[in-house]
């Protein structure tokens, strides 16, 4: 822990936000990601925040960020985080939000984690699929232009572009690419459309919740757009950390169409290509092995 201020730039971003008498009197850095810095600021009037920094990426990461988490504040959904400030220079982008500290699970944790859920999936949109801005998936920029067809925009504005990168780095073979490009072609025997665009935390996997101060489930980091809820649920399968009456508690209030499970690895697809792209050819094998299955 340090005693003390910030740097002079972010105190007074403090001051913009909680008058001109704030001044951080105690800070330390957090553990977590891998794309930004995160530390607890403690103010001089006793509030705590959390403050995510970034001074190496493209600009506009954490004001998409912040509209995402500002999306998904829907009664009955998991707590997000409270957005209290987001500030960009062109090189140096600053997010404030809520301190929230962490206890132990609620007994009912996972069961009231899937249900909540199912409420936020229950939100849609008038405008199709997509959302009001473009964000990030990690530090990779995410497109969501709004289209009308979930199969068109998850071609074009998922795998599409994700294979696009892939090219332009050099990471997927020509057999690898070949694959793909049928995958894309053959979306439409593959994934089905939906009755409604959902509204998704984008990126759910077990590193993007944490348990609140009430035991309850909180939602971070999220890649936030309207699409198939099925994309959500399939990637609390990729890495694990989420208990079966997670998914138990979600089908109980929203159940899933038939044919689910034939589906699910295709829609990991895309983070399987994303990973590839943000971390190499480590990552090849795997988006072959979901390739082979549907092509």
Known sequence: MTKGSCDEYLENRV???????????ERHGLGGGCINNAEEYSLSGGDKLFVKRNRSSRG???AAEAAGLNALTVNEAPRVPRVLGHFDDGTDQIL??????????????????GRQMAALHRVS????????????IGATEQKNSWMPSWLEFFAQQRIGFQLQLARDQGLLDAAGTARCERFIADLSDILIEPEAPSLLHGDLWGG??????????????????YGHREAD???TELFGGFDPSFHAAYNEVFPLEPGYRQRRDAYNLYHMLNHLNLF????????????QRYT
């Open 96 to 113: 404030v939000l809520e301190f929230i500290v962490s206890a132990a699970r609620a007994r009912d944790f996972w069961q009231t984690f």
């Open 280 to 291: 190499g050819g480590s990552y090849a094998g795997s988006v072959k092995a979901i390739l």
């Open 233 to 235: 649920l399939a990637m």
């Open 125 to 136: 949109s008038k405008n199709g699929f997509g959302f009001d801005e473009d964000n990030h």
């Open 15 to 25: 001051r913009e936000l909680f008058g001109s008498d704030a001044r951080v009197v």
């Open 60 to 62: 506009g990461l954490f």
């Open 208 to 225: 993007n919740y944490m348990v609140g101060d009430a035991g309850e489930p909180v939602l971070i980091d999220p890649a936030v757009y």
